[in-house]
């Protein structure tokens, strides 16, 4: 069964450096999302990516953050000087039609 | 906001049994889904609800919606210890971009052998 990749599964970082999470996203799927869960807390909508443009994004998805789909596979979430609250576990997900969405295993992403 | 909110916040039963999970949301939404999720990996999409539609049933899951009450239940039946997880349910919101969705904080299932 077709599924989501990421990779790292876990990321170690200084306060202030830059990190790269990457995704896989099924195949044929169109939409491209990126959410996260803080531990212990609800999961979270960062950003939704169709048609190689930003959809829609929250308001956690400040400047500090970027996506992009560079090669027509992969899909990434650049933070640009990671703070310690950016610690949480960070999901892809991607969608045939928008509503039904396959997520990854995440990368958990703890800043130091 | 939409957020869903999940009760209760954890189950314990025997296998064999029913659970029985709720959700609560706020405003109107095109569907509600259940999504589950095994410890320290993603989300797996179980189920989606159209707002238009009362139940749905897929193997071992049946799930309500109640629109005039903003709310849903998940029902797994005969259930097995395979079933342990936390379970969220997920709202969109009419007025957001297709695909974000609105999670609960979630229903920790534990299914004793």
């Known amino acids: 069964e077709p599924e989501v990749t990421q990779t790292p599964s876990h990321q170690v970082t200084q306060m202030g450096q830059e990190v790269i999470l990457r995704c896989v996203p099924i195949?044929?799927?169109?939409?491209f999302y990126w959410y996260r869960q803080i531990l212990g807390q609800k999961v979270e909508f960062l950003v939704s990516f169709y048609n190689n443009e930003i959809s829609e994004k929250s308001e956690i998805f400040d400047d500090q953050f970027s996506v992009e789909r560079p090669d027509g596979s992969n899909f990434t979430l650049k933070i640009r000087s990671t703070k310690l609250e950016d610690s949480a576990m960070y999901f892809c997900?991607?969608?045939?039609?928008?509503?039904?969405?396959?997520f990854g295993s995440g990368t958990q992403l703890s800043v130091l | 906001s939409q957020q869903g909110e999940e009760d209760p916040q954890a189950l314990s039963i025997q296998e064999g049994e029913n659970a029985t999970m709720n959700c609560s949301y706020k405003?109107?939404?095109?569907?509600l889904q259940w999504y589950r999720q095994n410890s320290g990996r993603g989300l797996v999409h179980l189920i989606l609800i159209r707002s238009n539609e009362r139940e749905k049933h897929s193997g071992r899951l049946r799930v309500t919606l109640d629109t005039s009450k903003k709310s849903s239940s998940l029902l797994i039946t005969a259930s097995r210890a395979a079933d342990t997880a936390s379970y969220f349910c997920a709202t969109d919101d009419r007025g957001s971009t297709l695909g974000r969705l609105y999670f609960g904080r979630g229903t920790q299932l534990t299914v004793w052998p």
């Open positions: 997900a991607s969608s045939g039609d928008g509503e039904k969405l396959f």
């Open positions: 195949s044929n799927h169109l939409y």
């Open positions: 405003t109107s939404i095109n569907n």
